[in-house]
């Protein structure tokens, strides 16, 4: 089955535990993408991947880190979590940018306290 | 400035009726898509339904329907017969074209989201 996994699906941490959201797709896709939800501002792009070792900043990447050093996997790292970084984040795959769509991992939802 | 807008924080209809959720766009990129998806309570993203910007006919995906006045920039999505399990938030997104490598490169762009409740 054609998928985005991420995990974990939950985690409660405290501030300045490192930590990792894993993403991995089994669809040959070469662009990757991780977003956060908060509530009133809908998704806002943290970094995106357009291929392995091409990585590059979205538009809220302060306090995160991501890395590509495999196609299928596009991890995201949270060097020194604080409380701001507490929300639902969301891993996506597609073959590539515009025209395609997007496929979605089921979200992990992150609080920091 | 926002470039997507989605102006009904929440809708309510009832089963079996239509109901059309809005969006506006803004984009000086003549290639781009735009996107609806929906998330239910479990919060997953369900893809419903795509128009290109170059698209001639408004798009349709079974109940889903996407009226694109593309000289108003809107798209909005019209969810027709509606049922229970159509209550979720719906998001409006947009995909421009761009250059390859710029920061805007594949980026999806999302509204703040309608919340629609079918009540029976």
């Known amino acids: 089955e054609a998928q985005v996994t991420q995990n974990p699906r939950y985690l409660i941490t405290v501030t300045g535990k490192k930590l990792t959201v894993t993403c991995s797709q089994n669809m040959n896709h070469e662009y990757m993408s991780w977003y956060r939800q908060d509530p009133g501002l809908g998704l806002r792009q943290i970094y995106y991947s357009m291929n392995v070792e091409v990585t590059d900043k979205g538009d809220v990447p302060e306090g995160y880190k991501v890395s590509r050093k495999e196609k299928r996997n596009f991890p995201l790292i949270l060097e020194s979590p604080s409380p701001n970084q507490t929300s639902l984040y969301f891993c996506?795959?597609?073959?590539?940018?515009?025209?395609?769509?997007?496929?979605f991992g089921p979200g992990t939802r992150l609080t920091v306290t | 400035a926002q470039k997507i807008t989605q102006t009904q924080p929440g809708m309510f209809v009832q089963e079996k009726e239509a109901v059309t959720l809005d969006c506006t766009y803004d984009?000086?990129?003549?290639?781009?898509?735009l996107f609806w998806y929906k998330q239910p309570s479990s919060g997953e993203m369900i893809f419903l339904i795509y128009q290109g910007s170059y698209d001639q006919q408004n798009a349709t995906e079974g109940r889903y329907s996407l009226n694109f006045q593309k000289a108003r920039k809107s798209a909005n999505l019209v969810i027709s017969a509606s049922q229970l399990g159509d209550s979720a938030m719906y998001f409006c997104?947009?995909?421009?074209?761009?250059?390859?490598?710029?920061?805007?490169?594949?980026?999806?762009?999302f509204g703040q989201g309608t919340i629609l409740t079918v009540h029976p």
């Open positions: 996506a795959s597609s073959l590539g940018g515009f025209p395609y769509e997007q496929y």
């Open positions: 997104a947009m995909r421009e074209g761009g250059d390859a490598g710029g920061t805007s490169y594949g980026k999806l762009t």
């Open positions: 984009t000086s990129d003549p290639s781009y898509g």
